[in-house]
């Protein structure tokens, strides 16, 4: 299996044969020893075994797994990780969030956000508390920022989507420009949105699916 992880004791016989030994396979690429047996580690583990990881560009991709692989995996709180075998992790599908999910914290490494102008981003018909609520993105990312709700272009000109399920309002950053399509797409909460002086396109579909939206 390609994402297997083996874990191996410090100093240990396992430790060499996994790292001097491993035999010739394209398999062993996705090979990773862990010796810290620290909580930290482990919890690292864990949340990294959530995804799948796909050869993208220079680096990887990475997705949720099914739900019915994710083995009893339930955290709310989800730090995407920054690399897979010692590759950057560049490209991330957020529409693969499973509905427990109420935070994810993005790397500085992702360049790109597969999925953000999806429809199916939210799990319309079953409450909030199935719903993403926050985004956090490294302040180190070059491409996105984000004010904890919404994903914005790094010089904060362009939404690209609000994320937060539970808002009813929502006021966009004074410096954008462009409102991407589905920007606001299915935040059936949202009754009140705020634009910047400064937008000058609003793309199709931006506001598709906000039936309380009453104010812009």
């Known amino acids: 299996k390609d994402d297997t992880v083996f874990i191996a004791p410090k100093g240990s016989y396992?430790?060499?044969f996994l790292k001097d030994?491993?035999?010739d396979s394209w398999r062993m690429d996705a090979l990773k020893v862990v010796n810290d047996e620290s909580n930290d580690t482990q919890n690292e583990l864990k949340i990294q075994n959530a995804f799948e990881f796909k050869r993208s560009g220079n680096g990887f991709s990475a997705t949720f797994k099914d739900g019915?692989?994710?083995d009893g995996f339930r955290e709310e709180i989800v730090r995407v990780p920054d690399k897979y075998n010692?590759?950057?992790i560049?490209?991330?599908d957020i529409s693969s969030r499973p509905s427990f999910i109420k935070k994810l914290i993005l790397p500085a490494t992702v360049v790109k956000l597969e999925n953000i102008d999806t429809t199916v981003m939210y799990y319309t018909g079953r409450g909030a508390e199935h719903c993403l609520d926050e985004i956090e993105i490294d302040d180190n990312n070059p491409y996105f920022w984000s004010d904890g709700r919404a994903s914005y272009s790094k010089d904060k000109k362009v939404l690209y989507r609000l994320l937060s399920y539970s808002l009813t309002e929502y006021t966009v950053q004074p410096t954008t420009e462009v409102i991407e399509k589905f920007a606001f797409g299915e935040?059936?909460?949202?009754?009140?949105v705020t634009l910047s002086p400064n937008?000058?396109?609003?793309k199709e579909h931006a506001f598709s699916g906000c039936r309380s939206l009453t104010t812009i």
């Open 21 to 23: 030994y491993k035999p």
């Open 86 to 88: 010692g590759q950057p």
């Open 199 to 202: 937008v000058f396109e609003i």
């Open 68 to 70: 019915w692989k994710l």
């Open 187 to 192: 935040l059936v909460n949202l009754v009140s």
């Open 90 to 92: 560049e490209s991330f």
């Open 14 to 16: 396992a430790e060499k």
